[in-house]
Protein backbone atom coordinates (compact mmCIF):
# COMPACT_ATOMS: atom_id res chain seq x y z
CA UNK A 1 0.00 0.00 0.00
CA UNK A 2 1.43 3.30 -0.53
CA UNK A 3 2.82 5.35 1.55
CA UNK A 4 0.42 8.33 -0.06
CA UNK A 5 -2.74 7.08 1.00
CA UNK A 6 -3.74 9.40 3.44
CA UNK A 7 -3.64 12.32 0.87
CA UNK A 8 -5.96 10.22 -1.49
CA UNK A 9 -8.29 9.28 1.54
CA UNK A 10 -8.27 13.15 2.60
CA UNK A 11 -9.23 13.90 -1.05
CA UNK A 12 -12.43 12.11 -0.77
CA UNK A 13 -13.99 15.42 0.23
CA UNK A 14 -13.98 17.09 -2.51
CA UNK A 15 -16.77 15.53 -5.10
CA UNK A 16 -20.40 14.90 -4.09
CA UNK A 17 -22.07 11.74 -4.32
CA UNK A 18 -25.17 11.28 -2.02
CA UNK A 19 -28.14 11.03 -3.10
CA UNK A 20 -31.22 11.41 0.03
CA UNK A 21 -34.24 9.48 1.35
CA UNK A 22 -36.03 10.05 3.98
CA UNK A 23 -34.94 7.07 5.97
CA UNK A 24 -31.38 7.05 4.45
CA UNK A 25 -28.78 8.66 2.52
CA UNK A 26 -28.05 5.95 -0.53
CA UNK A 27 -24.45 6.69 -2.04
CA UNK A 28 -24.43 6.94 -5.66
CA UNK A 29 -21.41 5.11 -7.90
CA UNK A 30 -21.78 7.48 -9.97
CA UNK A 31 -19.33 10.29 -12.13
CA UNK A 32 -19.30 12.01 -9.53
CA UNK A 33 -16.55 9.69 -7.93
CA UNK A 34 -12.75 10.11 -8.66
CA UNK A 35 -9.81 7.88 -9.13
CA UNK A 36 -6.03 7.97 -7.43
CA UNK A 37 -3.35 6.14 -9.29
CA UNK A 38 -0.25 5.48 -7.42
CA UNK A 39 1.81 4.23 -10.57
CA UNK A 40 1.93 5.44 -13.49
CA UNK A 41 2.52 1.90 -15.22
CA UNK A 42 -0.73 0.13 -13.00
CA UNK A 43 -3.65 1.32 -11.75
CA UNK A 44 -7.14 -0.58 -10.66
CA UNK A 45 -10.23 -0.93 -12.42
CA UNK A 46 -13.39 0.55 -10.98
CA UNK A 47 -16.79 0.46 -13.01
CA UNK A 48 -19.49 3.12 -11.83
CA UNK A 49 -22.93 1.45 -12.10
CA UNK A 50 -25.45 4.00 -10.03
CA UNK A 51 -25.85 1.60 -7.01
CA UNK A 52 -22.88 -0.54 -7.15
CA UNK A 53 -18.77 -0.16 -7.73
CA UNK A 54 -17.49 -2.86 -9.62
CA UNK A 55 -13.27 -3.50 -8.92
CA UNK A 56 -10.90 -5.04 -11.13
CA UNK A 57 -7.59 -5.48 -9.65
CA UNK A 58 -4.55 -7.37 -11.09
CA UNK A 59 -1.31 -6.34 -9.19
CA UNK A 60 -1.99 -3.17 -8.76
CA UNK A 61 -3.63 -0.56 -6.14
CA UNK A 62 -5.42 2.69 -6.67
CA UNK A 63 -8.47 4.55 -4.64
CA UNK A 64 -11.69 5.75 -5.36
CA UNK A 65 -13.13 8.86 -4.12
CA UNK A 66 -15.99 10.86 -2.89
CA UNK A 67 -17.65 13.34 -1.46
CA UNK A 68 -20.01 13.32 1.94
CA UNK A 69 -22.16 16.47 1.68
CA UNK A 70 -23.29 18.59 4.59
CA UNK A 71 -26.80 17.04 5.29
CA UNK A 72 -24.86 13.54 5.84
CA UNK A 73 -21.84 14.37 8.10
CA UNK A 74 -23.53 13.18 11.07
CA UNK A 75 -24.58 9.33 9.79
CA UNK A 76 -23.96 7.23 12.65
CA UNK A 77 -24.00 3.94 11.03
CA UNK A 78 -23.56 2.57 7.69
CA UNK A 79 -24.87 -0.30 5.47
CA UNK A 80 -23.45 -2.14 2.03
CA UNK A 81 -23.11 -5.14 0.19
CA UNK A 82 -20.15 -6.80 -1.28
CA UNK A 83 -18.94 -9.60 -2.99
CA UNK A 84 -15.53 -11.23 -4.28
CA UNK A 85 -14.74 -13.62 -6.44
CA UNK A 86 -11.06 -13.57 -7.34
CA UNK A 87 -9.52 -12.93 -4.06
CA UNK A 88 -5.75 -12.09 -2.67
CA UNK A 89 -4.25 -14.45 -0.56
CA UNK A 90 -4.74 -13.50 3.38
CA UNK A 91 -1.76 -10.51 4.54
CA UNK A 92 -0.86 -8.70 7.58
CA UNK A 93 -2.77 -5.82 7.30
CA UNK A 94 -0.71 -3.82 10.51
CA UNK A 95 2.58 -4.09 8.66
CA UNK A 96 3.74 -1.96 5.60
CA UNK A 97 4.47 -3.82 2.75
CA UNK A 98 2.38 -6.93 1.41
CA UNK A 99 -0.65 -6.09 2.75
CA UNK A 100 -2.83 -6.58 0.11
CA UNK A 101 -6.88 -6.87 0.61
CA UNK A 102 -9.78 -7.29 -1.68
CA UNK A 103 -11.47 -4.07 -1.00
CA UNK A 104 -11.42 -1.28 1.95
CA UNK A 105 -13.68 1.16 2.72
CA UNK A 106 -12.57 4.35 4.24
CA UNK A 107 -15.20 6.86 5.79
CA UNK A 108 -12.99 10.15 6.87
CA UNK A 109 -13.57 12.13 9.87
CA UNK A 110 -13.21 16.12 10.58
CA UNK A 111 -14.27 18.49 13.65
CA UNK A 112 -17.11 19.67 12.16
CA UNK A 113 -15.99 23.51 12.88
CA UNK A 114 -13.09 22.47 10.64
CA UNK A 115 -14.53 21.06 8.05
CA UNK A 116 -16.67 24.16 7.60
CA UNK A 117 -14.01 26.26 7.57
CA UNK A 118 -11.67 24.56 5.07
CA UNK A 119 -14.87 24.89 2.88
CA UNK A 120 -16.10 22.56 -0.57
CA UNK A 121 -12.91 24.03 -2.40
CA UNK A 122 -9.65 23.71 0.15
CA UNK A 123 -6.72 22.68 -1.13
CA UNK A 124 -5.79 18.91 -0.24
CA UNK A 125 -2.60 19.92 1.14
CA UNK A 126 -4.04 21.71 3.90
CA UNK A 127 -5.54 18.06 5.37
CA UNK A 128 -2.10 16.60 5.55
CA UNK A 129 -1.38 18.80 8.57
CA UNK A 130 -4.05 17.98 10.67
CA UNK A 131 -4.19 16.07 13.26
CA UNK A 132 -7.20 16.22 13.89
CA UNK A 133 -8.22 14.04 11.10
CA UNK A 134 -9.58 10.62 11.72
CA UNK A 135 -10.31 7.53 9.50
CA UNK A 136 -11.99 4.21 10.24
CA UNK A 137 -10.95 1.66 7.59
CA UNK A 138 -13.45 -1.24 7.33
CA UNK A 139 -11.31 -4.17 5.35
CA UNK A 140 -12.02 -7.37 3.71
CA UNK A 141 -8.19 -9.04 4.19
CA UNK A 142 -6.15 -10.93 6.42
CA UNK A 143 -7.07 -13.96 8.21
CA UNK A 144 -8.11 -12.62 11.67
CA UNK A 145 -11.00 -12.40 13.38
CA UNK A 146 -14.14 -10.18 12.34
CA UNK A 147 -14.05 -7.12 14.15
CA UNK A 148 -10.37 -7.26 14.92
CA UNK A 149 -9.07 -3.86 14.95
CA UNK A 150 -5.67 -2.56 14.16
CA UNK A 151 -3.58 0.05 14.45
CA UNK A 152 -3.24 1.72 10.73
CA UNK A 153 0.36 1.71 9.41
CA UNK A 154 0.26 4.21 7.14
CA UNK A 155 -2.09 6.82 8.99
CA UNK A 156 -0.62 6.80 12.47
CA UNK A 157 -2.86 7.80 15.13
CA UNK A 158 -5.17 9.42 12.68
CA UNK A 159 -6.83 5.96 11.39
CA UNK A 160 -7.85 2.44 12.52
CA UNK A 161 -8.38 -0.58 10.60
CA UNK A 162 -11.18 -2.99 11.49
CA UNK A 163 -11.53 -6.16 9.70
CA UNK A 164 -15.16 -7.66 8.65
CA UNK A 165 -14.11 -10.69 6.40
CA UNK A 166 -11.11 -13.02 5.78
CA UNK A 167 -9.32 -12.69 2.53
CA UNK A 168 -11.60 -15.25 0.04
CA UNK A 169 -14.44 -15.15 -2.07
CA UNK A 170 -18.12 -14.99 -1.61
CA UNK A 171 -21.30 -12.39 -0.92
CA UNK A 172 -22.12 -10.46 2.06
CA UNK A 173 -23.82 -7.56 3.76
CA UNK A 174 -22.82 -5.43 6.40
CA UNK A 175 -24.13 -2.65 9.04
CA UNK A 176 -21.62 -0.64 10.78
CA UNK A 177 -22.46 1.44 13.50
CA UNK A 178 -19.77 4.08 13.00
CA UNK A 179 -20.13 6.09 16.51
CA UNK A 180 -19.01 3.10 18.31
CA UNK A 181 -16.38 2.04 16.19
CA UNK A 182 -15.26 5.47 16.60
CA UNK A 183 -15.48 5.65 20.19
CA UNK A 184 -13.55 2.19 20.10
CA UNK A 185 -11.10 3.45 17.75
CA UNK A 186 -9.97 7.05 19.11
CA UNK A 187 -12.39 7.83 22.14
CA UNK A 188 -15.04 9.92 21.89
CA UNK A 189 -17.69 10.88 19.44
CA UNK A 190 -16.54 11.29 15.78
CA UNK A 191 -16.84 14.86 14.00
CA UNK A 192 -18.25 15.72 10.70
CA UNK A 193 -18.36 12.25 8.05
CA UNK A 194 -17.02 14.05 5.02
CA UNK A 195 -14.94 11.66 2.69
CA UNK A 196 -15.59 7.75 1.64
CA UNK A 197 -13.01 6.28 -0.10
CA UNK A 198 -12.77 2.55 -1.59
CA UNK A 199 -9.56 0.92 -2.67
CA UNK A 200 -8.19 -2.88 -3.74
CA UNK A 201 -4.98 -3.85 -3.33
CA UNK A 202 -2.82 -6.80 -5.49
CA UNK A 203 0.67 -5.40 -5.91
CA UNK A 204 2.78 -6.98 -3.19
CA UNK A 205 1.33 -10.40 -3.52
CA UNK A 206 1.18 -9.88 -7.71
CA UNK A 207 -2.31 -11.71 -7.79
CA UNK A 208 -5.93 -10.38 -9.04
CA UNK A 209 -9.00 -9.63 -7.43
CA UNK A 210 -12.46 -9.16 -8.85
CA UNK A 211 -14.92 -7.50 -6.36
CA UNK A 212 -17.97 -5.06 -6.21
CA UNK A 213 -19.87 -3.18 -3.80
CA UNK A 214 -23.21 -1.86 -3.89
CA UNK A 215 -26.35 -0.73 -1.71
CA UNK A 216 -24.09 1.97 0.40
CA UNK A 217 -25.97 3.97 2.17
CA UNK A 218 -25.15 6.09 5.51
CA UNK A 219 -27.93 6.75 8.31
Known amino acids: MTRFILASILAAFLAPSLTTSA ?42 YAR ?16 VTQSVPATDLAKKGGD ?9 FLPEAEARALGANADVRKLLTKDSARVLTYVWGDNRARGTQLASPYLGSRGKTILLRAAGTGQHSESV ?9 FGGTPGALVGLAVSADSDDTKTAIRASISGL ?3
Open 23 to 64: QAQSVAFDNTWKTQRFSLFSSNKYGFGGRSMSIASDGSVSLA
Open 100 to 108: DRNASLYFV
Open 177 to 185: NLVADYKRA
Open 217 to 219: SLN
Open 68 to 83: VTEASWGAKAAKWSWG
